[in-house]
């Protein structure tokens, strides 16, 4: 079978890379088209990788920009130009951005032989920390692109539950299914070294502008309150010397690491740590990020404010605690009487549920459920 994967960002990489294995690995011819353009460090790649084709895309400098939907579109009419030379059996398709779930109805209407899989791996304009204008017109315009188009797929992943939930009314009637993100397997020694006289936060990832400082500054003088406090920063972005200067200015000290992608590396701070850091901004829309599964492969548990699927992942198996508006006194009075056998038990099953729910096993099983589904 001809199988074509198509996928805009770099960013959803990860995720695009275990599903072209996954096909390959069943014996099908696959390709990936993918954009040029690398999203986070705004430029060209060059790479060469098997089974893809990059496609030449103009360059955008902010992630909130005319240009940005303008690269967007064109990359799209592009990449389906190269899908109508291949004409694949079955087409998978990532979005946003939402001009590739549009293209991708087209060319359902038009070859209704197709088998077509939209993968909802975020949602625009609703994860943008935009709440002012995401109702006007230009932006609705741009949510219908996308919800116009999903009644021609054969079926619709989604990342997280909270997008079944939002998208209730576009999705009634579909066959859908939630693929949480994935991480390979990595081989790491664990050797916890947690200090008892002290405290140590992580925060893993980009640090941009879906972050939230402030509440991330509040949480870190509540509990340098407790004990002295340290905050080890694994990451980078244009936000990065705010979060430092804030973090510094509540007394609490700072380690910053810088970007780090290697997996003992990363596991040789967390084992200094209590708990990884997963808060982000009211105002974004989303269930699951992929640091808090970083996390739990590491077996780190987190300080949560991430609402839906995460919110409940954390409570139903306790594997970190919850922030909830008004709850910041209550999260550092749990974390000042957490005794060590609970806190251990919490490390121990935040590896356990990385297992059960983020492994490539858990993975492959719910793609084996959705294809056997629509090829079958």
């Known amino acids: 079978m001809k199988i074509v994967l198509v996928n805009c960002f770099d960013t959803y990489e990860n995720r695009i ?81 939402n001009s590739l779930a549009k293209l991708a109805g087209n060319y359902k209407k038009n070859n209704r032989k197709v088998k ?18 995401k109702r006007l017109p230009p932006f609705q315009f ?59 936060l992580c925060y893993l990832g980009s640090i941009n502008n879906v972050i939230d400082i402030p509440i991330i500054k509040t949480i870190m003088k509540s509990v340098n309150e407790i004990k002295p406090t ?37 596991q040789d701070i967390f084992d200094k740590c209590h708990f990884g850091l997963n808060i982000m901004k009211k105002s974004v829309c989303v269930g699951l990020t992929m640091k808090s599964i970083d996390y739990f492969q590491h077996g780190l548990p987190i300080l949560n404010n991430i609402q839906a699927d995460t919110e409940d992942i954390v409570k139903r198996y306790n594997v970190g605690i919850n922030l909830k508006d008004g709850n910041l ?18 490390r121990v099953k935040s590896s356990e549920i990385f297992d059960q729910l983020f492994s490539l096993h858990a993975f492959y099983g719910k793609l084996d459920e959705i294809t056997n589904e629509v090829i079958l």
Not at 70 to 94: C, G, M, Q, R, T
Not at 237 to 262: C, F, P, Q
Request: aromatic share 10%; proline share 4%.
């Open 142 to 200: 741009w949510r219908l692109m996308r919800d116009n188009s999903l009644k021609f797929a054969d079926y619709i992943i989604t990342e997280c539950d909270l997008y079944q939930s939002i998208l209730d009314y576009a999705l009634d009637g579909l066959k859908t299914k939630t693929v949480y993100l994935a991480k390979k397997n990595i081989e790491v020694v664990r050797k916890p070294l947690l200090c008892e006289e002290e405290i140590h």
């Open 17 to 97: 890379d275990l599903i072209h294995d996954y096909f390959v690995k069943k014996g099908h011819n696959v390709t990936v088209i993918q954009s040029d353009f690398r999203h986070f460090k705004k430029t060209q790649r060059f790479d060469i990788k098997q089974n893809f084709i990059f496609i030449k895309s103009k360059p955008y400098y902010k992630n909130i920009s005319i240009a940005r939907l303008i690269s967007h579109y064109n990359y799209a009419k592009n990449a389906f130009k190269v899908v109508e030379e291949i004409k694949p059996d079955l087409l998978y398709v990532s979005a946003p951005p």
């Open 329 to 346: 006194e209550e999260l550092v009075d749990k974390i000042e009487v957490l005794k060590e056998e609970e806190y251990q038990n919490m």
């Open 116 to 133: 077509l899989i939209i993968d909802l791996i975020d949602l625009w304009p609703e994860t943008m920390p935009v709440d002012k204008v």
């Open 230 to 266: 340290t905050l080890h920063i694994i990451g980078d972005g244009e936000n990065r010397e705010l979060m430092i200067s804030e973090v510094k200015n509540t007394g609490s000290k700072v380690a910053y690491h810088g970007e780090i992608y290697d997996p003992q590396k990363k």
